[in-house]
C-alpha cells in the first residue's frame, strides 16, 4: 500500500480546524482544541488506532462545543477519505469488543463507501468534565459522512458514563485498527485453508 497520511484544513464562520493523520503510524497524538474531554477520546483513536494524529481547532467555545465537535468529526472524516485512497489491499473491516470495568462497547466498522451510522450508546449522565456527551454522536456522525464509511457503535453495558465514553472511542480505534491493516490474503500471504477443519 502507499503511504497514507493527509493533512485537511476546513475554515467556516464557527470554526477554523486542521487534520493531519498518518494511517500507519505509532499512535502519537497532539490536540488543541479547547475541548479537553473530547482530545482525551481522540488520544484513544490515535493509540488504540496506532494511528498519528494532529487537530488544531478553533471554534465558537462561547456558544457552545456543537460546531467544534461536529466540524472536527467532518474534517477528520476528510482526511480519512484522502489517506485511505483507493483502499486497495487493505482488509476493510474491523471490529471490536473493549471492556472499562462495568462498561463493554462493540464497534464494527467497514470502509464500504457509503455512509451509514448506527450509534446506541445509553450514557448514564448527560456530561463528563463539562462536555456534553450528545455530541459524541455529532462527532461520529461528521466521520462517518466524510469518510463513508459504515460504522456500528453498541454501547452494551456501563453505568459510569466516562467508562461508557472511553469504550466507545478505544474499539473505534482498535476496530479501525484492525480495518486499516494490509488484507494479507490479498497479498497470497495467508496459506490455503481449503481442505482443512
Known amino acids: 500500500m502507499n503511504e497514507r497520511k493527509a493533512t485537511i484544513s476546513r475554515n467556516t464562520l464557527e470554526t477554523q480546524i486542521t487534520v493531519t493523520v498518518n494511517l500507519d503510524g505509532t499512535g502519537t497524538s497532539h490536540f488543541e482544541t479547547g475541548i479537553p474531554f473530547l482530545d482525551h477520546m481522540m488520544d484513544q483513536i490515535a493509540r488504540h488506532g496506532l494511528i ?3 487537530v488544531h481547532a478553533k471554534g465558537d467555545l462561547h ?3 456543537h460546531h467544534t465537535v461536529e ?3 467532518i474534517t477528520l472524516g476528510q482526511a480519512f477519505a484522502e489517506a485511505v485512497g483507493d483502499k486497495k489491499g ?8 473493549v471492556p472499562l470495568d462495568e462498561a463493554l462497547t462493540r464497534v464494527v466498522i467497514d470502509f464500504s463507501g457509503r455512509a451509514g451510522l448506527e450509534y446506541h450508546v445509553p450514557y448514564t449522565r448527560g456530561s463528563v468534565g463539562g462536555f456534553d456527551v450528545d455530541l459524541f454522536s455529532e462527532f461520529f456522525h461528521g466521520f462517518v459522512n466524510h469518510a463513508k464509511v459504515t460504522l456500528h457503535i453498541d454501547n452494551l453495558r456501563g453505568k459510569n458514563t466516562h467508562h461508557q465514553a472511553e469504550t466507545v472511542f478505544k474499539a473505534f480505534g482498535r476496530a479501525m485498527r484492525m480495518a486499516l491493516q494490509a488484507d494479507e490474503r ?3 500471504i495467508m496459506p490455503s485453508t481449503k481442505g482443512s477443519l
Do not use: S
Open 63 to 65: 456558544i457552545d462545543a
Open 90 to 97: 487493505m482488509t476493510r473491516y474491523g471490529h471490536a469488543y
Open 186 to 188: 490479498m497479498a497470497g
Open 71 to 73: 466540524d472536527i468529526g
Open 52 to 54: 498519528d494524529l494532529v
